[in-house]
């Protein structure tokens, strides 16, 4: 392990000199390399497929898991998306000269060495390695056994775009030892390794944060919430509620609690429930949600509950401000939506919740590196230093000063 990441180490530093212009052209290479090779990709992760069947995973992760040509395609138009951006190294963020004559540039800079650790969605092996490539860091990657021989393709052909540039494989390496032994060892290399971004299940956050000497970034559950407010327009609030729950149900933005006012209740809790039982959504209710509309019992261990899965919790509310106590108990500060006409009660709502995201007429689905123009994303930070929300390659990126003198001393 420890020689494994003195490599990584190593190599990293060699895209610390490496030009913008550079290494977009092989962002675009491995682009190239994803799209020549999908066939591959595909009977690689058949094979994941065939194992999650033989496992009876969930649905829900069987979906995260599988790829087709189309899924395929969009992790490569995810690269040249990337390739895109600007350049976030070198940048001068702010400069100014002192009373004393120095010069002062605040600079950003790669962070090193990033592991992230995530589970069951192949993409996520194109997309965080392009995203540490192009601001100049390496990568130490570990996804689940789930998606294990999905992954181990797609780093090779990343890999193999890297050695035909005369550049170290390590940049985008996959941890050699991926049991819990392998991660507990990982996240405490400080010495090769500067920031661990864990993403996946609530115990393997707990795991990572309670145990690691690198420093993380979190990327935890998404108990996310929409609030239909007294004000809202009904048909744009039944189209955001469905698109948010059931759009894809599986993934840390999409909405687990629906909470409405008490004072639009009897009139829109029926056009919902039609609605999602359309999409065959199984719904969970409040008593007063059970008063109007017939669902099942939601108790505080399911308002409590990420589901990841087509299962929604509906809470009737006393207004904005019952909302915002609902949030601030439940919440995980990923995504919180309202939806209202009234710009006061929407502007009480944005600055009283505490979370990555808060959104006003309009779905938490959009938490995404690639929805807001990032190509891709690390994952979705709700931690509230370094980086929060969806992480790009800016949240990739620290920052020095480089000082100019003229012989001052002091």
Same mark, same amino acid.
């Not at 009876?56 to 979906?63: D, G, Q, R, V």
């Not at 995810?78 to 540039?105: F, N």
């Not at 469905?242 to 029926?270: F, H, W, Y």
């Not at 719904?283 to 899965?309: N, P």
């Given at each position: 392990?420890?020689?494994?990441? +003195?490599?990584?180490?190593?190599?990293?530093?060699?895209?610390?000199?490496?030009?913008?212009?550079?290494?977009?052209?092989?962002?675009?290479?491995?682009?190239?390399?994803?799209?020549?090779?999908?066939?591959?990709?595909?009977?690689?992760?058949?094979?994941?497929?065939?194992?999650?069947?033989?496992?009876?995973?969930?649905?829900?992760?069987?979906?995260?898991? *599988?790829?087709?040509?189309?899924?395929?395609?969009?992790?490569?138009?995810?690269?040249?998306?990337?390739?895109?951006?600007?350049?976030?190294?070198?940048?001068?963020?702010?400069?100014?000269?002192?009373?004393?004559?120095?010069?002062?540039?605040?600079?950003?800079?790669?962070?090193?060495?990033?592991?992230?650790?995530?589970?069951?969605?192949?993409?996520?092996?194109?997309?965080?390695?392009?995203?540490?490539?192009?601001?100049?860091?390496?990568?130490?990657?570990?996804?689940?056994?789930?998606?294990?021989?999905?992954?181990?393709?797609?780093?090779?052909?990343?890999?193999?775009?890297?050695?035909?540039?005369?550049?170290?494989?390590?940049?985008?390496?996959?941890?050699?030892?991926?049991?819990?032994?392998?991660?507990?060892?990982?996240?405490?290399?400080?010495?090769?390794?500067?920031?661990?971004?864990?993403?996946?299940?609530?115990?393997?956050?707990?795991? *990572?944060? =309670?145990?690691?000497?690198?420093?993380?970034?979190?990327?935890?559950?998404?108990?996310?919430?929409?609030?239909?407010?007294?004000?809202?327009?009904?048909?744009?609030?039944?189209?955001?509620?469905?698109?948010?729950?059931?759009?894809?149900?599986?993934?840390?933005?999409?909405?687990?609690?629906?909470?409405?006012?008490?004072?639009?209740?009897?009139?829109?809790?029926?056009?919902?429930?039609?609605?999602?039982?359309?999409?065959?959504?199984?719904?969970?209710?409040?008593? +007063?949600?059970?008063?109007?509309?017939?669902?099942?019992?939601?108790?505080?261990?399911?308002?409590?509950?990420?589901?990841?899965?087509?299962?929604?919790?509906?809470? *009737?509310?006393?207004?904005?401000?019952?909302?915002?106590?609902?949030?601030?108990?439940?919440?995980?500060?990923?995504?919180?939506?309202?939806?209202?006409?009234?710009?006061?009660?929407?502007?009480?709502?944005?600055?009283?919740?505490?979370?990555?995201?808060?959104? *006003?007429?309009?779905?938490?689905?959009?938490?995404?590196?690639?929805?807001?123009?990032?190509?891709?994303?690390?994952?979705?930070?709700?931690?509230?230093? =370094?980086?929060?929300?969806?992480?790009?390659?800016?949240?990739?990126?620290?920052?020095?000063?480089?000082?100019?003198?003229?012989?001052?001393?002091?």
């Amino acid at each position: 392990m420890e020689q494994f990441l +003195a490599h990584a180490k190593s190599a990293s530093r060699v895209l610390a000199t490496m030009g913008g212009n550079e290494r977009n052209r092989i962002l675009r290479e491995m682009a190239h390399a994803l799209r020549a090779n999908t066939m591959n990709i595909m009977e690689a992760n058949a094979i994941d497929m065939r194992n999650a069947q033989e496992n009876n995973l969930a649905p829900s992760m069987k979906e995260r898991l *599988v790829l087709d040509e189309k899924r395929i395609d969009a992790m490569a138009v995810a690269i040249e998306e990337i390739a895109a951006l600007k350049d976030p190294v070198g940048r001068v963020i702010e400069g100014w000269v002192t009373e004393s004559g120095l010069k002062i540039e605040k600079v950003n800079i790669p962070i090193g060495v990033v592991g992230i650790i995530y589970e069951s969605r192949p993409n996520v092996t194109s997309d965080t390695a392009a995203l540490c490539f192009k601001s100049a860091n390496g990568c130490v990657l570990k996804g689940g056994k789930e998606s294990e021989s999905s992954n181990l393709i797609i780093a090779e052909v990343l890999q193999h775009v890297l050695i035909r540039n005369d550049l170290p494989k390590e940049l985008i390496a996959l941890l050699p030892d991926s049991s819990r032994e392998g991660v507990a060892k990982l996240i405490k290399m400080d010495q090769y390794v500067d920031l661990i971004v864990p993403r996946g299940g609530e115990a393997l956050i707990r795991f *990572v944060s =309670h145990n690691a000497t690198v420093p993380v970034v979190k990327h935890d559950k998404g108990l996310c919430h929409t609030y239909i407010d007294k004000d809202a327009l009904i048909d744009n609030a039944i189209a955001i509620a469905l698109n948010a729950k059931v759009q894809r149900p599986g993934v840390c933005n999409a909405m687990e609690t629906l909470l409405v006012d008490e004072a639009i209740a009897s009139e829109i809790l029926p056009l919902l429930k039609e609605a999602f039982d359309r999409e065959h959504t199984q719904l969970k209710g409040c008593d +007063a949600t059970r008063a109007i509309i017939a669902v099942s019992e939601a108790t505080q261990e399911d308002f409590d509950t990420e589901y990841l899965a087509n299962i929604l919790n509906i809470r *009737v509310v006393k207004g904005v401000e019952e909302a915002i106590v609902h949030i601030v108990r439940f919440g995980s500060g990923h995504s919180e939506a309202i939806i209202t006409e009234n710009i006061t009660t929407a502007e009480r709502f944005m600055d009283a919740i505490d979370a990555a995201c808060v959104y *006003v007429n309009a779905s938490t689905r959009f938490t995404d590196g690639g929805a807001f123009g990032f190509g891709a994303e690390v994952g979705i930070s709700t931690n509230k230093l =370094h980086a929060r929300g969806p992480m790009g390659v800016e949240g990739l990126t620290t920052y020095k000063y480089k000082v100019y003198g003229k012989g001052q001393i002091r």
